[in-house]
């Protein structure tokens, strides 16, 4: 199942990128070489294997529903490209 | 052909914790946009999330007041997907292994039980919300606004049980009642704690497989469910019955021009591209936690109403009343308590208390008269101190200006006269005044009594003792 | 010039030296040599100035002193620091000044350590050369015309080039242990769950974990006992108390098992590196250890494994750089969903937008079960070996890379080839167990090479004791590159 340009294009677009027609051709032959290479694990017999996630040798902690203070409006905002209304400015969304 | 509708709802709860699901931030409904964030909440790079263990035995309890299984390991996983009111572009949702399945909620349609199916109860982050630019400067623009991000919410997913608009409505009720009896939500459907989606079908009766469904996003209100699933049954149908195909497909219900309207076309294909949470190990909820809810779980509205009708002896239909709301159910047995009569108190809260509380649209916590205040006057009334009829008005002015009982007799000088002279003067007159009347009761028109008994009860202004006005009519007039 | 922390301590104790001046010293170092080594984003001098008055005071008796109190390290530029600027090597976040700063700094900070920069690194950790930082490429200062590893090349780098005494990087799959090794120093990589990673820009959010960068094993045992320790702020951190990894240093081998996993010596090895990891089996061999062969039967399949893990993990933890609440947004007025794609499309470079596609792919509707799922079972596998290992084995001895640092340019233009470097890391950072770097000889060309020893889950000290045996055995770790 070797992954196609248009695969590509459907996967960048799921993932907000826009490559040009000479990138989606690099991309997707270098992806096709590391996927045939990533390939191999579909060899070995995993049949009831139970998978794995994380190694954290934790189990479930949860934290006290307490009120902490966080940021100030203005500290919120500080980073960002464009604000307005004490808001994060967006194009607006067409709907 | 006859169509048989197959209807299932998608209830998202906002739950009532003091912060929010994965930080420290407060939940407070109405603060000023982005004043209530963190880094956490913000999706800023490296942060991470901690579970508010207050979220989990909310979200257990409801599993609980369900008769749902509880998962002792549930597993959090990643929804992605960009929005601008999402800021970590997923939402950490449960997806395959949720905290709560299988459970069942009754609901009472036509005088009739049934039985609705619960597929599972997950836990999940509430997004942001969207304000849209208002003048024709920031026309172009919308304004992101993280305050709800991360507020803990519980989506109830039942099964496809439900067949009638009628049945989603009592459905919807039955849900919100219980998250509010629980106190796990204040289940506000204006400041948006309380959502619900529809998936709507319709296939020839007698037919086992389902037809294709349709989705019907934040149909916000009961009467709102009711009226989109009607009209989304009706258009599907007709759409069948004129030999189109249904497609599946989000839509939006209109609520103003009574219609659903397709959003397909703003639709792009989602592939939430789900998985486990790396940042959450799975929840693990012990049996002891489980047990030690179970203890906390308060009497849920179904096994209150049976209580009721059987302790205090009520109809139903009042046991219903009093129990859909814990507020007031509380309130009546506090009365209940304090007044010593079951049906006294019953047919004052389900009379004049609901009749001014639905006047106002008042919840029954801000009642002006609390159950010490109502015991008052029944006693009153009791005593003789005032008739029935003068305590109605009573009620009346103490809802309005909050004073006792007492305060508004003696203000108004609405004590009721039991002075057997004073009545005797009165009913005097009323029978000089109508000589015909008593002529007539002699002659043996005895229901003229309760006319007589009217025109000394108006020349008292209505505060003469009933009781007693009686007995000196009989003497009088039997003499 | 320079011994160990513990011996500055000394030196400080003994008014022979101030913090200042030990930090005006590596400033000046900074300014003679980072326009050819190219290790640091972001030189803090005057904060550094600043913390190191505050650490002269604090030896002038006014507050508590730390093992770390007046030395000045650095840090990868992936960890949050308040009020100054954190790139993660990348142009998205240029500009970024996080509001917080991240646990292991705060802890850094709280010890009295002076951060005196923040390092270079691929961006967003993803590379083996720190060739894909956005900002500039860093140079390995034993040839500046090879790279110095990556993705912590820019840590490495600076301690090797005498930049600072020692820095905190990260490992996602071998990002410390091989920068390390390419410039002949100590690289650390704990237990997962050892090292908070609040405050640490994720790439993979179950393979991360920041370690510290050192001249000796000894200072790696400092550092790691100061930034180390349960962060109620992460759900995946161990609430254990940390030891005193410097405590049981000299306890030498005599006795302990050392594993020598024999799928590590394979034909693409390079010769010298071989030879050198032989020399060093026998010199545990000599110090009275027991050499065992053991078998970790799932490692040829890690590689795979872990570009499947980490950049589907990666495909999401890096949604959130979309231009709306910090960093570069770019917007030609063409609607949201331009302002997306061109924000992310010129902001992150060409290797991250590959492995955010890749890890997008194995996550995608059809795909899931093949790639990523099946990962996750053959990641239990591996870690199934590493648990049957260790019933025979205390440590495992393997060489840290197949290769010496190599060329500049080298191995851009192939992916895959790259993802080779790390073949001999990966599988404990995917099993979560601690592991080091640290000197064990040089090429004929005179070439660092590296030794990795693995160690069991939490078994840090017998990791450190080990390293530290052979440390002081050898006179690897005393040679310094030349600039």
Known sequence: MAITSKDVRHVAALARLSPTDEDVELYTGQLQRILAHVEKISELDTEGVEPITTTAPVSGRMREDVVIKGLMNEDALKNSPLSARDSFKVPKIIE | MNYEPVIGLEVHVQLKTESKLFCGCSTKYGAGPNSQVCPVCLGMPGVLPVLNRRAVEYAVMMGLATGSRINHESVFARKNYFYPDLPKGYQISQYEEPLVEDGHMDIEVDAATKRIGITRIHMEEDAGKLNHGATAEEAGSSFVDLNRTCVPLIEIVSEPDIRTPDEASAYL??????????????????????????????????????????????????????????????????????????????????????????????????????????????????????????????????????????????????????????????????????????????????????????????????????????????GMIKKGAISNKVGKDVFEEMYKSKKSAEAVVKEKGLTQISDTGELSGAIDKVLSANPDEVERFRGGETKLMGFFVGQTMKATRGQGNPGLINKLLKEKLGG | MLGTIEELQERFRNRELTSKGLTEAFLRRIDEVDDSVGAF??????????????????????????????????????????????????????????????????????????????????EFAMGSSTENSAYKKTKNPWDLTRVPGGSSGGSAASVAAGECIASIGTDTGGSIRQPAACCGVVGLKPTYGRVSRYGMIAFASSLDQAGPITRNVRDAAELLGVIAGFDPRESTS??????????????????????????????????????????AINFFKDQGAEIVDISLPHTEYAVSVYYIVATAEASSNLARYDGVRY????????????????????????????????????????????????????????????????????????????????????????????????????????????????????????????????????????????????ETGTEWHQKRAKL
């Open chain 3, 41 to 122: 984003i972001t030189v803090s001098k005057d904060e550094a100035l600043e913390a190191s008055d505050t650490a002269d005071n604090r030896m002038n008796g006014d507050g508590e002193i730390t093992s770390l109190t007046g030395i000045p390290v650095s840090v990868k530029d992936i960890f949050c620091t308040k009020g100054t600027p954190t790139t993660c090597g990348s142009r998205i976040l240029e500009g970024f000044v996080p509001p917080y700063d991240a646990t292991v700094v705060r802890k850094l900070k709280e010890a009295g350590a002076v951060i005196i920069g923040k390092n270079n690194m691929d």
């Open chain 3, 238 to 279: 161990i609430d254990l108390p940390v030891p005193d990894y410097t405590a049981g240093l000299g306890g030498g081998v005599k006795g302990l098992r050392v594993g020598i996993p024999g799928e590590y010596f394979i034909d693409g090895i390079d010769g010298e590196v071989s030879t050198a990891v032989q020399n």
């Open chain 2, 173 to 378: 009720k039955a849900i919100h009642d219980i998250v509010v009896y629980l106190g796990i939500s204040d289940g506000n459907m204006d400041e948006g704690s309380f959502r619900c989606d529809a998936n709507v079908s319709v296939r020839p009766v007698g037919q086992e497989e389902f037809g294709t469904r349709t989705e019907m996003k934040n149909i916000n209100s009961f009467k709102f469910v009711k009226d989109a699933i009607s009209y989304e049954i009706d258009r599907q149908i007709e759409a069948i019955e004129d030999g189109e195909k249904i497609v599946q497909e989000t839509r939006l219900w209109d609520s103003q021009r009574g219609v659903t309207v397709s959003m397909r076309s703003k639709e792009e294909a989602h592939d939430y591209r789900y998985f486990p949470e790396p940042d959450l190990m799975p929840l693990v909820v012990t049996e002891e936690m489980i047990s030690d809810l179970k203890d906390s779980l308060p009497e849920l509205p179904a096994a209150k109403k049976v209580r009721f009708i059987e302790e205090y002896n009520l109809p139903p239909y009042d046991a219903g009343v009093l129990t859909s709301e814990r507020p007031l159910a509380d309130y009546y047995e506090e009365t209940v308590k304090l007044a010593g009569d079951a049906k006294v108190a019953s047919n004052w809260i389900m009379g004049e208390l609901l009749r001014l509380l639905n006047e106002e649209n008042r919840s029954i916590e801000d009642c002006p008269v609390g159950p010490e205040a109502l015991t008052e006057l029944i």
């Open chain 3, 327 to 470: 960093g570069q947004r770019v917007d030609d007025g063409d609607g949201l969903l331009e302002m997306y794609k061109k924000t992310r499309d010129r902001g992150f470079g060409a290797e991250v937008k590959r492995r955010i596609m890749l890890g997008t792919y194995a996550l995608s509707s059809g795909y899931y079960d093949a790639y990523y799922k099946k990962a996750s079972q053959v990641r239990a596998l591996i870690k199934r070996d590493f648990d049957l290992a260790f019933k025979e084995c205390d440590i495992m001895l393997t060489p840290t890379a197949p290769t010496a640092a190599f060329k500049i340019g080298e191995k851009t233009s192939d992916p895959l080839t790259m993802y080779l470097s790390d073949i001999f890391t990966i599988s404990s950072s995917l099993a979560g167990i601690p592991a080091i770097s640290l000197p064990c000889g040089f090429t004929t060309e005179g070439l660092p090479i590296g030794l990795q020893i693995i160690g069991n889950t939490l078994d840090e000290a017998t990791v450190l004791r080990a390293a530290h045996a052979y």
